[in-house]
């Protein structure tokens, strides 16, 4: 399916040409029909010649409703400009391409009707003229008489043409859904219809319902319609109504949006460029339109083409989206382009000209480079979501690299590596029995978001990683010199007597504390068995060859005989070669050496 939306002035015959193409009358209210006047958004569809489907939104041509008109054309990506032969251009004709070109449409038709009323020849040159200077030139023109039937077959044709132009639907895209109706339907309840322009809509799908106040509920597609058929699934593009269960009709408004959950960040300040003329001077209020959804916003210039805009509430807005920036004063319209939905403060003196720089230069979608590196650090997901492409391989952009999920620069790469080293360094300095940091404080102290950053951020910093402990290479077995003298007295002991662990006050007459005997264990000098026992590394390799020489199964006092030890160090001994899997315990009494043929037991 194809969604074109109209455009012209007010009695220009808009509606009637929808209806003749379609069969379908667009006006929707009694008081339409009364006053002969399009108030609000109608719709109706129909196939082309080709088999493809079109449906149009059709919108009121009159100045008062022009809010409605921006509702319409905004998620639409084609339009049919109407002028009538009899009155040829008019004023609102002109405000209606100037919201087409604001929003960038490049996709039209130029429709001059009432051939039967007038000479559509003057008409005719002249939109031409106008729309060569708008996004929509080069577009084809078509003249028809909806009363008499008089070109609507060339008029069917050259919409045939212009969807077969229309670039590729994103059904695979993230869905954003712009409501532009609410309605309830009895023994089905709450029903929005809008233009889908990406993404893909399943019955049962769970959505996030996002208010015009940024408020955000979880809600059910209960039902699917397109066209009014009912479907399981409707890709975009398309027209279709969503039956909600969740959410009352009367809660839902106009400009509320259906979103993919999780996929898409709301911000409430963007930097845009102007994609127009740039005006002298912008007015500190402007009414923001943008899919369905208008709303004052507050206006700073930056300079140039660039301005901050800061929302009201939160929206769902990426860099890319296309705005229309309205002065209900003055009547004049702006196009807007949103270069970042997550602008950086401005605080310094000259940041505001900086910035403007910036958002002059920057293409429609951001820079990855610039976007990590006023960062820092980004995470794919993050970077996606803001509208940024993210190419595969470890380099997805100039000075970026791609550490996991994470992007970082590599300025904030270097600087992460410098801070972290500094940081080991004064605690190595200053604690010789402890030199070395938790990742937990080592990320901290590098300033890096992320724990799982520091694999590769110590081998950068040529740092090393032991037992969850970031430190210098070698500093795990330095120590100072005085427990180094201590260790070796208890180490000549322990040779002769293997399992006659010391008291703690034999390690305080060492001069062993318990901050000794720590860092004795982290280098590896010492093994702890628990909190007051402590042998040799080769202690345990040690005990398992007298065990294995005794009668199996044996008992805790056999081993204890065997080892010429004491219960408090054979308990825990053994203990810790059963969670080893070296030996194995039977029952409340006896253990036995396990063969390495024999599992260890579940």
């Given at each position: 399916m194809h969604v074109i939306a109209t455009a012209g002035h007010v009695d220009h015959g808009k509606s009637t040409l929808v209806r003749a193409l379609t069969g379908i009358e667009p006006d929707r209210w009694a008081e339409e029909h009364r006053r002969g006047l399009t108030i609000d958004l109608g719709y109706a569809w129909t196939t082309l010649p080709s088999g493809e489907q079109v449906a149009f939104v059709d919108v009121p041509g009159h100045e008062r409703f022009?809010?409605?008109?921006?509702?319409?054309?905004?998620?639409?990506?084609?339009?049919?400009?109407?002028?009538?032969?009899?009155?040829?251009?008019?004023?609102?004709?002109?405000?209606?391409?100037?919201?087409?070109?604001?929003?960038?449409?490049?996709?039209?038709?130029?429709?001059?009707?009432?051939?039967?009323?007038?000479?559509?020849?003057?008409a005719l040159a002249d939109a031409l003229a106008r729309v060569a200077r708008s996004s929509l030139a080069g577009s084809e023109a078509v003249v028809v008489s909806a009363r008499t039937g008089e070109g609507l077959a060339d008029l069917r044709a050259?919409?045939?043409?212009?969807?077969?132009?229309?670039?590729?639907?994103?059904?695979?895209?993230?869905?954003?859904?712009?409501?532009?109706?609410?309605?309830?339907?009895?023994g089905a309840g709450t029903v929005v219809t809008g233009t889908l322009g990406e993404g893909t809509i399943r019955a049962g799908d769970e959505l996030v319902l996002h208010d015009a106040a940024g408020r955000s509920r979880?809600?059910?597609?209960?039902?699917?319609?397109?066209?009014?058929?009912?479907?399981?699934?409707?890709p975009a593009v398309a027209r279709v109504?969503?039956?909600?269960?969740?959410?009352?009709?009367?809660?839902?408004?106009?400009?509320?949006?259906?979103?993919a959950p999780g996929a898409w960040p709301t911000t409430a300040q963007l930097d845009v460029r102007l994609t127009g003329e740039v005006p002298d001077r912008l007015s500190a209020h402007l009414?923001?339109?943008?899919?369905?959804?208008?709303?004052?916003?507050?206006?700073?210039?930056?300079?140039?083409?660039?301005?901050?805009?800061?929302?009201?509430?939160?929206?769902?807005?990426?860099?890319?989206?296309?705005?229309?920036?309205?002065?209900?004063?003055?009547?004049?319209?702006?196009?807007?382009?949103?270069?970042?939905?997550?602008?950086?403060?401005?605080?310094?003196?000259?940041?505001?000209?900086?910035?403007?720089?910036?958002?002059?230069?920057?293409?429609?979608?951001?820079?990855?480079?610039?976007?990590?590196?006023?960062?820092?650090?980004?995470?794919?997901?993050?970077?996606?979501?803001?509208?940024?492409?993210?190419?595969?391989?470890?380099?997805?952009?100039?000075?970026?690299?791609?550490?996991?999920?994470?992007?970082?620069?590599?300025?904030?790469?270097?600087?992460?590596?410098?801070?972290?080293?500094?940081?080991?360094?004064?605690?190595?300095?200053?604690?010789?029995?402890?030199?070395?940091?938790?990742?937990?404080?080592?990320?901290?102290?590098?300033?890096?978001?992320?724990?799982?950053?520091?694999?590769?951020?110590?081998?950068?910093?040529g740092l090393a990683v032991r037992d969850g402990r970031v430190g210098l290479p070698g500093h795990w077995e330095a120590l100072p010199e005085q427990v180094q003298a201590a260790l070796r007295t208890l180490e000549a002991r322990l040779g002769d007597e293997p399992f006659a662990a010391p008291e703690q006050r034999e390690l305080q007459a060492l001069g062993l504390g318990r901050r000794e005997v720590a860092a004795a264990v982290r280098a590896g000098r010492l093994v702890r068995l628990d909190d007051d026992v402590?042998?040799?590394?080769?202690?345990?390799?040690?005990?398992?060859?007298?065990?294995?020489?005794?009668?199996?199964?044996?008992?805790?006092s056999e081993a204890r005989v065997a080892l010429a030890s004491t219960r408090r160090t054979v308990i825990p001994l053994l203990e810790h070669l059963d969670g080893r899997g070296w030996t194995r315990r039977l029952d409340g009494s006896h253990r036995e050496v396990r063969r390495p043929d024999r599992p260890a037991p579940s």
């Open positions: 022009i809010g409605n008109m921006l509702a319409g054309l905004g998620p639409a990506p084609a339009v049919l400009l109407v002028v009538a032969a009899d009155e040829g251009w008019r004023q609102q004709t002109t405000e209606h391409l100037a919201a087409v070109d604001a929003l960038g449409v490049t996709h039209g038709l130029v429709v001059v009707t009432r051939r039967d009323l007038a000479d559509p020849a003057p050259a919409i045939d043409s212009l969807v077969g132009a229309l670039d590729p639907p994103a059904a695979d895209g993230r869905l954003r859904l712009w409501i532009d109706r609410s309605f309830t339907i009895r979880h809600v059910t597609v209960r039902g699917l319609q397109s066209l009014e058929r009912s479907h399981d699934v409707v109504a969503v039956n909600l269960r969740g959410v009352p009709a009367e809660e839902v408004r106009r400009g509320d949006l259906l979103l009414m923001v339109h943008v899919g369905t959804h208008a709303a004052e916003a507050r206006v700073r210039p930056l300079g140039g083409p660039a301005a901050r805009l800061t929302l009201p509430s939160l929206l769902p807005l990426v860099a890319g989206d296309r705005l229309i920036l309205r002065d209900p004063g003055s009547r004049q319209l702006h196009g807007a382009l949103v270069v970042d939905a997550d602008p950086p403060r401005l605080q310094r003196r000259g940041a505001a000209a900086a910035r403007a720089d910036v958002v002059a230069r920057q293409g429609s979608r951001p820079d990855l480079g610039q976007e990590v590196g006023r960062r820092g650090a980004m995470t794919v997901e993050a970077a996606l979501a803001l509208g940024n492409r993210v190419p595969g391989g470890s380099r997805p952009a100039a000075s970026v690299a791609r550490h996991g999920q994470w992007l970082v620069s590599d300025a904030a790469w270097r600087e992460w590596a410098d801070r972290l080293r500094a940081a080991v360094q004064r605690k190595a300095a200053g604690d010789p029995l402890d030199p070395t940091l938790t990742l937990e404080a080592g990320r901290a102290a590098a300033g890096a978001p992320d724990r799982a950053l520091l694999a590769d951020l110590t081998a950068y910093a402590v042998l040799l590394p080769t202690g345990p390799a040690r005990a398992m060859r007298v065990l294995a020489g005794l009668p199996q199964p044996f008992t805790t």
